[in-house]
């Protein structure tokens, strides 16, 4: 597409209907406004672009996008859909259906959304390709809880394929088989989900943002900081520490660019091109890493499709790599056009 004249297009966004921002912030509270800061941003700033722009909530039927497409005709969605009739797993059917319709959309294709949504999928990808992993096992729902041998404490249990750290707090760290059993039952019963316990690394969380097709850019490597955390709890990012924005401010949690050496940013950016290669990634997305006192990166797990709100870690980084929110956004989109070939 010549950016020097770049046309005007028609852009469906799609949401949860929950999510459907206003077209002001004016009388709304912060907390009012964090609920929808992402899909409010992405829309305010395409029409800022000039494109004519339908925010469409869409929960657990396709009807609603077949109506749109028909109705709106799109020349591209922007996607910003996390999951499809209440799980996450499930989003890649969102995609697939866009594929079937031959309507291009931004962010990732349905494959890489599938292999990236599962933690232990993608670990084991990722292991076999030598980038180091925490060691885990997965304990689907009824079957019996039992550690296997080699899975040494202490452990952090998440649900295999959530998002946005649902269900992780600071009592997912266990150190013991009946802690263990007592969490894992927890992620069975609370969110409906199989759950994963990983060998916990104790260090600095890191995050690294990642944009490109077959040819990608990877951004400043951001990091997940805790000025004021209580004693005796664990610097990991709990639902309340991604969501809650009043424990945000008591405990000093933030996001800034990582200290790091230069052979080091070097290593984590070598590795997450390949770990976005490996999981067949496209888009955009994020890859997230425990760094050791030693030096040692473990990877995660892969965020296809991350929170693009303007004030997140994504843009934060993407700025300071010289991409301006605006900027930012437009490239979302063009790459979702390359893909399909316009």
Same mark, same amino acid.
């Given at each position: 597409?010549?950016?020097?004249k770049?046309?005007?297009?028609?852009i469906?966004?799609?949401?949860?209907?929950?999510?459907?921002p206003?077209d002001?912030?004016?009388?709304?509270?912060?907390?009012e406004?964090?609920?929808?800061k992402t899909?409010?941003?992405?829309?305010?700033?395409l029409?800022k672009l000039?494109h004519?722009v339908?925010?469409?909530?869409?929960?657990?039927?396709l009807?609603?996008?077949?109506?749109?497409?028909?109705d709106?005709?799109?020349d591209i969605?922007f996607?910003?859909?996390?999951?499809?009739?209440?799980?996450v797993?499930?989003?890649?059917l969102?995609v697939s259906?866009?594929e079937l319709? /031959?309507? %291009?959309?931004?962010?990732c294709? @349905?494959?890489g959304?599938?292999?990236? &949504?599962? $933690?232990? !999928?993608?670990k084991? +990808?990722?292991?076999?390709?030598?980038? /180091?992993v %925490?060691?885990f096992?997965?304990? @689907?729902r009824?079957?019996?809880?039992r &550690?296997? $041998?080699g !899975?040494?404490f202490? +452990?952090?249990?998440?649900?295999?394929?959530?998002?946005?750290?649902?269900?992780?707090?600071?009592?997912?760290?266990?150190?013991?088989?009946? $802690?263990?059993?007592e969490r894992?039952?927890?992620?069975h019963?609370?969110?409906?989900?199989?759950?994963?316990?990983?060998?916990?690394?104790?260090g600095?969380?890191?995050?690294?943002?990642?944009?490109?097709n077959?040819?990608v850019?990877?951004?400043p490597?951001w990091?997940?900081?805790?000025?004021?955390?209580?004693?005796?709890?664990?610097a990991?990012?709990?639902a309340?520490v991604?969501h809650?924005?009043?424990?945000?401010?008591?405990?000093?949690i933030f996001?800034?660019?990582?200290?790091?050496?230069a052979?080091?940013i070097?290593?984590?950016k070598?590795?997450?091109?390949?770990?976005?290669?490996?999981?067949?990634?496209?888009?955009?997305a994020?890859?997230?890493y425990?760094l050791t006192?030693?030096?040692?990166i473990?990877?995660?797990?892969?965020?296809?499709n991350?929170?693009?709100a303007?004030?997140?870690?994504f843009?934060?980084?993407a700025?300071?790599?010289?991409?301006k929110?605006?900027?930012?956004?437009?490239?979302?989109?063009?790459?979702g056009?390359?893909r399909?070939g316009?």
């Open positions: 597409m010549n950016r020097g770049r046309r005007k297009l028609r469906a966004v799609l949401m949860h209907p929950t999510l459907v206003p002001s912030l004016e009388g709304y509270s912060e907390k406004i964090y609920e929808w899909e409010y941003d992405v829309v305010s700033t029409r000039g004519t339908e925010p469409l909530g869409v929960q657990d039927e009807k609603p996008i077949r109506v749109m497409i028909d709106f005709r799109p969605c996607n910003l859909l996390e999951e499809f009739y209440g799980q797993e499930l989003d890649h969102i259906y866009l319709k /031959r309507v %291009p959309y931004t962010g294709h @349905p494959r959304l599938m292999l990236a &949504r599962d $933690k232990a !999928l993608s084991k +990808l990722v292991a076999w390709h030598r980038i /180091r %925490p060691a096992a997965v304990f @689907p009824g079957r019996r809880i &550690r296997p $041998k !899975l040494e202490p +452990l952090i249990v998440k649900g295999l394929r959530v998002e946005g750290s649902q269900g992780i707090s600071q009592a997912s760290i266990v150190d013991t088989d009946e $802690k263990l059993a894992v039952t927890f992620i019963e609370s969110i409906g989900s199989d759950a994963i316990a990983e060998q916990f690394i104790e600095r969380e890191l995050y690294v943002s990642v944009l490109g077959k040819q850019r990877v951004f490597i990091e997940l900081t805790f000025e004021n955390l209580a004693p005796g709890m664990h990991i990012a709990t309340n991604k809650n924005i009043e424990y945000q401010k008591k405990r000093g996001q800034q660019p990582a200290d790091l050496d052979a080091l070097a290593e984590i070598r590795a997450s091109r390949r770990v976005y290669r490996y999981l067949e990634l496209d888009g955009y994020r890859i997230d425990r006192p030693n030096g040692e473990y990877f995660l797990e892969a965020n296809p991350p929170d693009l303007q004030s997140e870690e843009a934060s980084s700025e300071a790599f010289g991409i929110y605006k900027g930012l956004v437009q490239r979302i989109v063009d790459l056009l390359g399909a316009l």
